[in-house]
Nanobody, 121 residues
Framework: QVQLVESGGGLVQAGGSLRLSCAASGSIFSIKSMGWYRQGPGKQRELVALITSGNSTNTAKSVKGRFTISRDNAKNMVYLQMNSLKPEDTGVYYC???????????????WGQGTQVTVSS
């Protein structure tokens, strides 16, 4: 059983900062990538940022220069440092992981339960 548990969401004023954390637990063999997606009110879920096991990153244009993704491979954790937050950053932020198991072929995608981020103007 794999679990992704997010923390760090909350209410912040525009221009403020938040740091999201996500911990992956369970019988995981390896994690190929971890990332953050978000879903704003009335919007589709979209990629915010992801990071591979080799520390390559992909960051959405809308947050580039403001958000930084990082990862602790030893702890199976991923972080999202969010600075200069804007009201349009409001939404539920979901942790995502692509991982594999020792005795099972292939890769599998898991999601966290989501954490709310609200940015007031």
């Amino acid at each position: 059983q794999v679990q992704l548990v997010e923390s760090g969401g909350g209410l912040v004023q525009a221009g403020g900062s938040l740091r999201l954390s996500c911990a992956a637990s369970g019988s995981i063999f390896s994690i190929k990538s971890m990332g953050w997606y978000r879903q704003g009110p009335g919007k589709q879920r979209e990629l915010v940022a992801l990071i591979t096991s080799g520390n390559s990153t992909n960051t959405a244009k809308s947050v580039k220069g403001r958000f930084t993704i990082s990862r602790d491979n030893a702890k199976n954790m991923v972080y999202l440092q969010m600075n200069s937050l804007k009201p349009e950053d409001t939404g539920v932020y979901y942790c995502n992981a692509i991982l594999s198991f020792e005795r099972l072929p292939g890769s599998y995608q898991y999601w966290g339960q989501g954490t709310q981020v609200t940015v007031s103007s």
